[in-house]
């Protein structure tokens, strides 16, 4: 029989510890991706290079055990994912909470309504129309607007107005629209039916200062009743109420019952709203409704792209990196079209409505045909390239690829092909937990991207990208400039939106990002401008001054007080930058 020696066998049982700890982790993670952050915290440490230091006494990446736990887990997570959004509709009922709204294709019952109204009209998933409270030649005629309605035979958004039979009042409806997964076409059916929210009281005594009987009165005024009614319904006189209701308009510094429920409603929308809510993709301030254009592949693939700035101006192709950044913030866009530069920006395969590349092809030449496709479609024989990230390798591959087509390319805060562990190390936690296993254990990466975006529609888009973020005050700091937060979650729907997910391309993307792509980059002959942040959090100043010397015509610039967002911190430098890269600057 072997024998071990003791320290053998501590180590194995330590290894054995760590191996539970971390599938533990990995099904916290599928029935839940708020866990995602224990499992970076164990993952790192445990498994493989991820781990300062020597890697020899970690679980290795190609683990067999973990890998079994790791599909059993990933099963967890898509029934996850199966029951959130059902095509993106369920989520459009969780942005109204306090109006009573429901989906239905008009035929016979309810797809999915909110709590509200559940309440207001007794209705329930699967319910039949019919037991909504109107008269049945109101329901009929409801249903018949529906059906037209979802099937595009009809305007886009119809208004009615119907009697309620439980309180008697008119009820105004608004009939719109929705795109789904499923095959029959569907609508939202949103009323002016409003329901007090559960614990809503508390909230309004502690806001205004109210009793406990002003705030029963609020309640009803709010909910459009009556004095006398509320009056009958409290035992009260009708003056006393309009005793009480004088003492609540002070308290609250509004001068009619109309302010006051003006007042209300507003305060419940606040109350209502979580935090990280991510503005849906209509909600948008200062940027321009751009539309998608599309382009029928040889391979039939589907590829979209948008353009904004001067369409008539010098080409510029801007590449959107894995989030899918397809938009700038608003002054950004406007600087483009004053300067003359027409942006074209392609989506890439797998985001949006872009098909995906077919499983196996080779991600770096499928992307880079895709960006020629695009411009031999729109007849651009010479353009430059602004690129974020690591899409330098995309802008390479392109200039190789077609000779003459690439006049320039201005990177910004750019990833360069990386080398060693201790690189992946430097990087902040969120960043090195993807791209590093990414590098080394690929195949576990699709469960832990999967899982992330999860974690972002769970927490909001929003207080996702702060997190991912928060390694590098500078990215904060432009983060919460409105206009630079505004062009991060509307551009990003590509990639992460109410209605799809890239998580799948966001894989590939990250795995084509950490192979060595070295000799692409050496073999360049067009000028390459890198703006590079001194708080970048996924490829530091020294990983940067590290792996210069093996790009020596890369012309590089540091800049202070920048990181990963220094393209939407910075533009007006990097336009400057991309001036003389332009094709007529040649």
């Known amino acids: 029989m072997k024998q071990h020696e003791p320290g053998q066998i501590a180590a194995q049982l330590v290894d054995r510890e760590h191996r539970a700890e971390i599938v533990d982790r990995l099904y916290d993670v599928a029935l839940d991706p708020i866990r995602l952050a224990d499992l970076l915290e164990v993952w790192e440490g445990r498994v493989g290079p991820l781990r300062a230091g020597s890697v020899d006494s970690v679980i290795p990446l190609d683990d067999p055990e973990i890998e079994a736990h790791l599909g059993r887990a990933a099963v967890f ?61 109101d329901v009929e005629m409801l249903a018949g607007v529906i059906r037209k309605v979802a099937a595009g035979k009809a305007e886009k958004v119809i208004t009615l107005r119907i009697r309620s039979l439980t309180t008697g009042g008119p009820v105004i409806v608004r009939v719109s629209p929705v795109e789904s997964a499923e095959a029959r076409p569907l609508a939202l059916i949103l009323s002016t039916e409003l329901v007090w929210p559960e614990g809503f009281e508390q909230t309004v005594q502690e806001a205004f200062g109210l009793t406990a009987a002003e705030v029963e009165i609020v309640r009803g005024i709010t909910l459009g009743l009556p004095v006398k009614e509320i009056a009958g319904a409290r035992g009260r006189s009708v003056d006393t109420v309009r005793t009480q209701l004088r003492s609540i308009l002070a308290k609250t510094e509004t001068h009619s019952q109309s302010e006051l429920v003006r007042v209300v409603l507003g305060l419940m929308d606040v109350a209502l709203t979580p935090l990280g809510h991510t503005p849906t993709p209509g909600a948008r301030g200062g940027l321009a409704d751009l539309p998608f254009q599309t382009l029928r592949l040889a391979d039939g693939r589907r590829l979209d792209w948008i353009e904004f700035g001067a369409p008539d101006g010098v080409p510029c192709l801007y590449m959107h990196i894995d989030y899918g950044l397809i938009r700038w913030p608003t002054t950004a866009e406007q600087a483009a079209r004053a300067r003359g530069i027409r942006v074209i920006v392609p989506v890439r395969a797998g985001y949006g409505r872009s098909d995906p590349h077919a499983k196996g092809a080779d991600h770096l030449h499928g992307v880079t045909l895709d960006y020629a496709a695009v411009l031999d479609h729109l007849g651009i024989t010479r353009v430059a390239v602004l690129c974020l990230g690591a899409d330098l390798r995309f802008a390479a591959n392109l200039s190789l690829l077609r000779p003459g087509l690439v006049s320039g390319i201005l990177g910004c805060a750019a990833q360069l092909p990386l080398r060693t562990a201790a690189q992946y190390d430097r990087m902040d936690k969120w960043q090195r937990f993807i791209l590093a296993n990414a590098r080394y254990a690929p195949k576990v990466l699709p469960f832990l991207v999967q899982a992330g975006f999860s974690l972002a529609r769970r927490l909001g888009k929003e207080a996702f990208l702060a997190q991912v973020n928060g390694g590098s005050p500078a990215d904060m700091a432009t983060f919460a400039r409105p206009e630079v937060r505004e062009a991060l979650l509307l551009g990003s729907e590509v990639c992460l939106g109410t209605k799809r997910s890239a998580h799948e391309a966001f894989t590939r993307e990250c795995i084509g990002s950490e192979k060595d792509w070295s000799s692409v980059l050496k073999a360049v002959h067009v000028p390459v401008v890198l703006l590079q942040g001194d708080q970048d959090p996924q490829t530091p100043m020294q990983t940067v001054r590290e792996l210069m010397p093996d790009f020596p015509a890369l012309d590089v610039t540091f800049l202070p007080d920048s990181g990963q967002l220094l393209f939407f911190q910075e533009w007006p430098l990097a336009l400057d930058r991309l001036q003389p890269l332009l094709p007529c600057a040649d």
């Open 77 to 137: 997570l898509d029934r996850f994912e199966a029951t959130r959004a059902d095509g993106g509709y369920r989520s459009i009922l969780a942005d109204i909470p306090r109006s009573a709204a429901f989906i239905s294709d008009g035929f016979s019952t309810v797809a999915a309504c909110n709590r509200a109204a559940a309440l207001a009209f007794g209705i329930a998933e699967g319910a039949a129309l019919a037991r909504l409270p109107f008269e049945a030649d």
